[in-house]
């Protein structure tokens, strides 16, 4: 019965115990999660609205609303769509409170935006292609307080950040640039 044409070649079930057989156990956990099981946490990029008054402060020429010509294809990231703002496109540097005012981690540091308008990054349930290397994620409590902070060197971010959360006091997490530690987005919970 097994010296069908069909029977030689590799189905699909086969491939997938014979993955478990190469990996060790905990590995095979990580990857069975991620395939599996859908993430349980969101990405949360920075609100349209906040996008808006910063495009609308820029032009009316506030001091600390600027309008900035990107130089570089990796250094403007748009908080807004989650892509890199390319070479030649114009963003909006302004400053954005990241955890507001009133707490002792308050914080308020620089940011970009599109200039243009730019489409919210819609695929919350995925993490952003484009900022898999160079973030630290950093995890706070319901009270704003930092409880732990990772750098996803080698591994894959969704498996730092569902670590984050593992621990029952991470509120929420933070993706910062890793060498300037500006914001780049938020992850909560689902
Ligand atoms: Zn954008």
Request: charged residues 20%; positive net charge; proline residues 8%.
């Amino acid at each position: 019965m097994l010296n069908t044409a069909a029977s030689r070649f590799p189905q699909e079930s086969d491939y997938r115990i014979r993955c478990l057989n190469f990996v060790d156990a905990a590995l095979g956990e990580v990857r069975l999660a991620l395939v599996m099981k859908p993430l349980n946490f969101r990405i949360v990029p920075l609100p349209s609205e906040v996008a808006e008054a910063a495009r609308r402060m820029a032009a009316t020429g506030a001091p600390d609303h600027v309008f900035v010509t990107a130089d570089s294809p990796l250094a403007f990231p748009c908080r807004h769509c989650l892509h890199w703002a390319a070479p030649g496109e114009r963003v909006v540097l302004f400053p954005y409170a990241a955890i507001p005012p009133g707490y002792p981690y308050s914080e308020t540091g620089p940011i970009f935006v599109h200039a243009k308008a730019c489409q919210r990054y819609k695929a919350t349930n995925e993490y952003p292609s484009e900022f898999r290397s160079g973030r630290v994620f950093r995890a706070y409590t319901s009270d704003h307080r930092i409880i732990e902070a990772k750098v996803a060197n080698g591994t894959t971010p969704e498996v730092v950040i569902e670590n984050l959360f593992g621990n029952p006091e991470t509120a929420f997490v933070h993706a910062r640039s890793v060498t300037h530690g500006c914001y780049t987005f938020a992850i909560e919970r689902t």
